[in-house]
Each structure stands twice: as C-alpha cells, then as structure tokens.
C-alpha cells in the first residue's frame, strides 16, 4: 500500500494545519494542537494489536463519524491533528484509517442487503420523516423501540448513515 506523503503547499489541497483533526479536536471542542517536538512514539507493542485498540476506542467516541470512513476520503489530517501525527507517526495513523475503512467494507458488505431493505419498507412507511431529516438526526428520532429491539443500534445507524447519502443525493448536498 502506497501511503502518500508530502505535496507542495500550492496544490489547492488542505494539508496538516488545515484539516479539522475531527478526533484530535474532539470533534471541533478543542483547538489542534501543535506538532509533539519529542521523540515519535516509534515502539509499540504490537501495531495491529494497538491499532485495534485505538480504533475500539475511536468507534466508542466518535461511531457515526467512524462508519463514515470510506476508501474516497481518507485525510489523516482530516482526522488528526499535527501532535497526534508526530506522536503516532504519519504512516501509523493512515494505515489505522485504512483499517477502518476496511472495517466498515466488509460489514457493509454484510448487512447491505438488509439495510436496503430495511430502507425501502422505512421509506414507504415513514416518508415524512425522511423529508425533514437533517445530517445528525438522532436515531432515537428515526426508528421505533421495536425496530432497535429486532435489528440492534448498529444495524440501525448503518440505516441512517445509508438514508443520510440517500438524501445528499437527492438533494445534490
């Protein structure tokens, strides 16, 4: 796997110091911070063992922003800030990203078929609701307790993630 590096500051595209750093943030709570000046955290004990460890922990804190992660927009300095960079190294973060990624391909690989159809019985019964959703919308909002209770709040914020690009395409937003 290639892991881009640096480009040029003109290319138009944002780098370290422009990105959100959604994780590092908090998403937006707190200010970046600035790039770590020790020594990068280089040993580890296992790599794919912290990286799972890290990622538990991200999905825990920030899940709906976790099973947003697609192969098309993956920024490391989208999600972490230049501290987090340094400390963790470039190499380290990207590939727990792609990680992610990965994660979220093969469950949606799972359960697409599903929530599509979970999607077209929601839509057929509840098209009001669909009108006025807006990107965050509570699933609490969304879905009834005997929904939760046979599908699960995984299964059903995967629908409201899918319902979510359903209404960015149709409203070309």
Not at 47 to 59: C, N
Not at 127 to 134: C, D, G, L, W, Y
Not at 143 to 168: I, N
């Amino acid at each position: 796997m290639a892991i881009p590096t640096g480009r040029p500051f003109n290319d138009g595209l944002p780098h370290v110091d422009e990105g959100s750093a959604l994780f590092s943030s908090d998403n937006g709570q707190r200010p970046r911070r600035e790039a770590y000046h020790g020594q990068p955290r280089e040993l580890r004990e296992d790599d794919i063992e912290a990286q799972a460890k890290m990622i538990k922990r991200l999905r825990e804190k920030y899940h709906d922003e976790c099973k947003l992660l697609t192969k098309d927009y993956v920024l490391v300095w989208e999600y972490f800030d230049a501290y987090d960079i340094h400390f963790h190294s470039f190499p380290y973060l990207y590939g727990l990203l792609q990680r992610i990624v990965a994660e979220n391909e093969a469950q949606y690989r799972a359960w697409a078929p599903l929530v599509e159809d979970f999607i077209k019985r929601w839509l057929a019964n509840c098209q009001k609701a669909f009108e006025v959703m807006e990107t965050g919308h509570c699933i609490e909002d969304l879905f009834v307790p005997e929904d939760f209770e046979m599908y699960g709040r995984a299964f059903l914020l995967d629908a409201r993630v899918q319902l979510h690009l359903l209404k960015a395409r149709q409203t070309g937003r």
